[in-house]
């Protein structure tokens, strides 16, 4: 079992940064696959960053790429995404997941979810 727990969250204007963090509890985090999904009112949750158990492997959402950063530190069992140049489209309930089996871009490749943490971007 994994439990996950979202921060950082918060408003920031266009242009702004934020870094959310999700803090897992369990003795494998270290062997999971970790990724930040969203969910803004009346859509469906999008994927939008995962990095790899060994941090070998990143990949972002078109939406994302080079504005947001995933990293994770094992030794602290958290992962973490730093999102600079912030636009009102990033606007969401920012989720953490966790799954065993590998990177995957897709909901169902998750096993673990947290409780999500509201990001807002005001225009």
């Known amino acids: 079992q994994v439990q996950l727990v979202e921060s950082g969250g918060g408003l920031v204007q266009a242009g702004g940064s934020l870094r959310l963090s999700c803090a897992a509890s369990g003795r494998t985090f270290s062997s999971y696959a970790m990724a930040w999904f969203r969910q803004a009112p009346g859509k469906e949750r999008e994927f939008v960053a995962v990095?790899?158990?060994?941090?070998?492997?990143?990949g972002y959402a078109n939406s994302v790429k080079g504005r947001f950063t995933i990293s994770r530190d094992n030794a602290k069992n958290t992962v973490y995404l730093e999102m600079n140049s912030l636009k009102p489209d990033d606007t969401a309930v920012y989720y953490c997941a966790a799954g065993r089996l590998g990177v995957a871009d897709t909901v169902t490749g998750y096993d673990y979810w947290g409780q999500g943490t509201q990001v807002t971007v005001s225009s």
């Open positions: 990095i790899s158990w060994n941090i070998g492997n990143r």
